[in-house]
């Protein structure tokens, strides 16, 4: 073959590997929102408009539902929520307090009522939301479990023994005190055949088949751990997926005090 076209057959490889790898990317990295909008007689309300508001960053997704009533707002960042839904000569309908984390489908479902469109229906639920469209296991570690359980060094991973099926987890603190670094035995897989995320890269030795250190837990916002059934996403592991995600900035401005910073002076 020669070199010219060879050059050519790996620039087009290239350019269908990059547009196949960035949805997979933001996909495991982010969250969805989804639900179904009936009437106070339960019929389905269509062309409602909806709009999800990342709490800390102001972020404003809008859709608007279907003939069937139902909506959805995928590739939603990691977060506290608002979801709107108003239409004419209805309330509108407020939930608040929604926490979407990496990888999950959120389904808020609402019921408005007739009313005017200046009235505000506004619910605060704090329970966990079920995962009902998904037949994943496994579980999310927040940053307030991150920062304030005890770990023996600072890998975070040690955490994801805390996940169901999850026998053994090697997590040493940098590649100098392990000779084939993190690793973890799930459901009798071997210790090389689990999948590590950051931020929708995969973050691993492919050479071993062993992961990388995570961040610091100060930088991480939270990571989730499926140990079985896993998604259609994935497939390159029989073991386990963790997806990692690092802390992301806010609209809230943070400085130190006049005080700290004459001390520090």
């Known amino acids: 073959m020669r070199p010219c076209r060879f050059a050519k057959i790996l620039f087009v490889l290239a350019v269908l590997t990059a547009g196949t790898v ?5 996909q495991v990295i982010t969250g969805t929102i989804s639900g179904t909008i009936v009437d106070s007689s339960g019929s389905l309300v269509p062309e ?5 508001t990342n709490t800390s960053t102001g972020l404003t997704r809008n859709t608007t539902t279907g003939l069937d009533g139902q909506f959805v707002l995928p590739f939603l960042p990691v977060g506290t929520y608002t979801v ?3 239409h004419p000569g209805f309330r509108s309908f407020v939930r608040e307090a929604i926490q979407l984390s990496v990888n999950q489908i959120a389904v808020i479902d609402a019921q408005l009522a007739v009313g005017e469109t200046t009235d505000t229906v506004t619910v605060q639920e704090n329970a966990s939301i079920l995962a009902v469209d998904t037949a994943q296991i496994g579980g999310v570690v927040d940053s307030k479990r991150i920062v304030e359980l005890p770990l023996n060094g600072r890998n ?3 955490l994801v023994q805390l996940m169901p099926g999850v026998a053994t987890v090697s997590a040493p603190q940098s590649f100098a005190t392990a000779r084939f670094g993190p690793s973890m035995v799930v459901n ?4 090389n055949e689990n999948a590590i995320y950051l931020d929708g890269g995969l973050y691993m030795d492919l050479f071993r088949g062993t992961g990388l250190n995570l961040p610091p837990p100060d930088q991480l916002q939270e ?5 079985a059934s896993f998604g259609g996403e994935y497939g390159r ?6 997806n990692a995600v690092t802390k992301a900035g806010t609209n809230s401005f943070h400085a130190a005090s006049t005080s700290s910073c004459a001390m520090m002076i």
Not at 22 to 26: E, F, Q, T
Not at 223 to 227: E, M
Not at 237 to 242: E, R, T
Request: charged residues 15%; proline residues 6%.
């Open 188 to 191: 009798g897989s071997r210790s």
């Open 48 to 52: 409602a408009k909806v709009a999800a």
């Open 223 to 227: 990571f989730r751990a499926v140990t």
């Open 22 to 26: 960035l949805p997979l990317s933001a």
């Open 237 to 242: 592991v029989p073991g386990s997926v963790i």
């Open 84 to 86: 709107k839904v108003g």
């Open 156 to 158: 975070v991973l040690q």
